[in-house]
Structures are given as structure tokens and as C-alpha cells.
């Protein structure tokens, strides 16, 4: 109000309105939003009221709309206030992953978190490519529902989607999770008694499920896991009881997870299978008998495979001569175009490193030195049929066994 108009009378009678009104002097109203509170949920329309809503025993909607969770804990993360965010926040933490920050909510039973219409209506999206969108982390009696989430960009080397860590009692309903840093759903460390609902479980690099460490049961019914490169991972724990009933799978998961042992399938859709050459140790390596080398004798120098395809990565796609528990999807080989290389998982070490060269005798073969374990063989083919895929494969020859690898294009 400008001066010239002000006299004691109004003033005390704007004052008074002002007071019961809700609204500052000199700042007119106030806008913050408050969480609007039906019965027992509380409604909330950003991803800070979120964070603040979660606690034993709440029921949280969240309001329609497309959120960014990376837009709110920045403000934290790059100022460095995390940690004095986790030191007020009891049930919820910002923690560190390998290119940015994620969120755990830790601590609480008993909750809901459900989006307010259908589930392609809310939206939740993390930033960083290896981190999770959203972990639970003893968290009993979970039940989440209606919502998509997902990554901006996929990852490689880690991060899920949704992540259930120690949780005892998981209702997962009408859920999208897609593109993440290599997992749809992870349920880890002691988690157990978990339910999936027709829900989607798409476009991963990995594998729509990572399940290790769990028990008890997790079942899902009438779910879609489909578009992803692989089918993720599960060691077959003899103290958990995984199911699947009328889900649909598709290429990749279909290669992972129609062999896999203990495991119950219902009702199942199933897509193609790769498939992958005939290996005959008699084979003499000619083209134009099924499969053809993908390189010619002079071809494998160091220099020419950089101009080929600079460095490449392979993934274990079935082990035909190792133990029927082993897992090939876990073997992975990094050839480098300066002749070293990194072979994972295969032995008892993380990574073992090698040199490669071409084979003197063969120029279908690859030597592979290690330091500890000798040397490896690993023939390289082509398949000629454009019915099989992918095209480019390697057969991993060592003493413990033999590893049909497919280049991870």
C-alpha cells in the first residue's frame, strides 16, 4: 500500500486481514505448498515433499506429472550439503554413485508410495546412469504402485532401477521401469516374500532382474520383461523360490532365462532364441561351410583391428563344457586394439589381464597370455545365416572349460 493512502484505521484493518488471511505484509501470499492430506495418504507434487513424506506407516500419492530427482538432491550434492541433509533426514539418504548422487529410503515398514492416476501419468527420472532411481533399504511391508521410472541415459557398469535391499514383504503393482544402468528390479541382501504385478521391465542393459542373496519368495504375475540386452542375473539360491506366471519374455531375457535352474515358469510367452555355430574341434576353419571366419590371415594385426572395430567387449552366451551351474552371461571379455585385454569373472579373480595375438598356425585363433594361467585359445566366427544373431562370435577355450561369447555391439 503506498504511503499517501495509509491511515491508522485501514492500516489496522488490513492488518487484521492480512493475519487471518495468511498473508505477509509487504509479501502478499504465501505460495508454499503444503502436502494435502486425505484420511491417511498424504498427496504430495515434488520430489522434495517426497523425500520429507517418507516414515514408518505413511501412505504417499504422488501427484501426476513428470519429476526429476537428480534436480532436487543436486542442490545438496554439488553444494556439498549431503551430509548435513542425511544428518536431519532419518528415514532418508543421499548417497554417492559413480557419477553423480542417488536416494535410498532406509528404516521404514509399513509404507506406500503409489502414483495418483495410471501409470504412465507419473513419471520419476534419475540423471546419473549408474545410479538408482529409487532404493529401499529395510523396508518391510513395501508396496509401491502406478508409477514409470526410469534413467535420461543408460548405463554400463551399474545401477538399477528399483532396488530392494533386506526388505521383508514387497507389493510391486503396475510399474514401468526401463532404460537403467543395467537393471529393472534388484532384490539383494536377505530380501524376501517380493510380488510383482503387471508391470513392465524393459530396455535394460543388463537384465530386467538381479536377484542374489534373497529369500524366501519372489513371484511375478503377468509382467512384461522385454528389450533388454540380457536377462540380468540369478544364482540359482537353493533358499528362494523365484517364479514367473503368464509373463512375457522377450529376446534377451528369453536367452537368459528359459534354461536357467531353479526357477518356475507358468503360463509363459517366450521369444526366438539366438543361436549360435556348431563347434566341432575337427573343423577346418574354410568359408562357406556354415560359418565363415571373420578374419582373413592378414587382417589381425593390432592396427587393423583398431581400424575394424577399435576395442570391443563380449559377453558369455553358453558353456557348453563347464559345470551346469556355471553362469555364462557372467563372462565377459575386453579385447584392446594394442594387443592387452581383460578377461572378468571367468576365473577365481575379479579381472585377469592378457596379451593377445594372432595365432602363427591359424588365423581363425587368438593367443590370450596371462600372467598365472597360461595361455587361452579363442576362435573367431561369423555367422553366414541371417536367421542366426548376433553375427560375430568368439569360442573361449581353457582348461576349466569353454565359453561361447557374442560381440556386445
Known amino acids: 500500500m503506498k504511503k499517501k493512502r495509509l491511515q491508522l484505521a485501514c492500516a489496522a484493518l488490513a492488518l487484521c486481514v492480512a493475519v487471518l488471511s495468511g498473508c505477509t505484509s509487504g509479501g502478499g501470499a504465501d505460495t508454499t505448498k503444503k502436502p494435502k492430506v486425505s484420511g491417511n495418504a498424504v498427496t504430495v507434487s515434488s520430489m522434495e515433499e517426497l523425500l520429507e513424506a517418507f516414515k514408518p506407516g505413511a501412505e504417499i500419492v504422488l501427484a501426476k506429472g513428470d519429476y526429476n530427482l537428480t534436480d532436487y538432491i543436486n542442490d545438496f550434492w554439488l553444494a556439498d550439503e549431503a551430509a548435513s541433509f542425511n544428518a536431519e533426514h532419518e528415514y532418508v539418504e543421499i548417497r554417492d ?153 522377450g529376446e534377451g531375457e528369453t536367452d537368459y532365462w528359459m534354461f536357467t535352474e531353479g526357477v518356475d515358469f507358468e503360463d509363459c510367452d517366450w521369444s526366438d532364441l539366438y543361436g549360435y555355430p556348431d563347434y566341432e574341434d575337427d573343423y577346418d576353419y574354410e568359408e562357406g561351410e556354415g560359418m565363415e571366419v571373420v578374419f582373413d590371415a592378414d587382417a589381425l594385426t593390432p592396427e587393423e583391428f583398431d581400424g575394424l572395430s577399435s576395442d570391443t567387449m563380449w559377453t558369455g552366451y553358453a558353456a557348453p563344457d563347464m559345470p551346469p ?54 576362435t573367431t566366427y561369423e555367422a553366414e545365416s541371417d536367421t542366426v544373431s548376433p553375427e560375430e562370435w568368439l569360442y573361449l577355450e581353457a582348461s576349466e572349460g569353454a565359453v561361447w561369447m557374442f560381440l556386445n555391439a
Not at 200 to 219: F, H, M, N, Q
Not at 326 to 349: C, H, I, K, Q
Open 97 to 249: 554413485c559413480y557419477d553423480g548422487a542417488e536416494v535410498a529410503v532406509k528404516n521404514v515398514a509399513n509404507v506406500t508410495l503409489r502414483g495418483a492416476g495410471d501409470t504412465e501419468e507419473t513419471e520419476i527420472v534419475i540423471e546419473p546412469r549408474y545410479a538408482t532411481v529409487l532404493t529401499f533399504e529395510k523396508c518391510d511391508n513395501l508396496k509401491v504402485s502406478n508409477l514409470t521410472m526410469g534413467h535420461t541415459e543408460t548405463g554400463e557398469c551399474s545401477g538399477s532401477v528399483l532396488a530392494l535391499s533386506a526388505c521383508d514383504g514387497a507389493e510391486l503393482r503396475d510399474l514401468d521401469l526401463y532404460g537403467c544402468g543395467v537393471i529393472g528390479l534388484e532384490c539383494s541382501n536377505g530380501t524376501q516374500n517380493v510380488t510383482v504385478y503387471d508391470s513392465t521391465i524393459r530396455d535394460c542393459s543388463w537384465g530386467p532382474l538381479d536377484v542374489y542373496d534373497a529369500t524366501g519368495k519372489i513371484e511375478l504375475y503377468d509382467c512384461s520383461l522385454t528389450g533388454s540386452y540380457g536377462g540380468g542375473y540369478f544364482n540359482g539360491e537353493s533358499r528362494l523360490q523365484l517364479a514367473f506366471h503368464n509373463c512375457v519374455f
Open 325 to 378: 551351474d556355471t553362469d555364462p552371461s557372467m563372462f565377459v571379455l575386453e579385447l584392446r586394439a594394442n594387443g592387452t585385454g581383460v578377461l572378468y569373472g571367468y576365473f577365481d579373480d575379479y579381472a585377469v589381464p592378457f596379451l593377445w595375438e594372432k595365432n602363427a598356425q591359424n588365423p581363425a585363433k587368438l593367443d590370450l597370455t596371462t600372467s598365472h594361467n597360461g595361455t587361452l585359445q579363442v
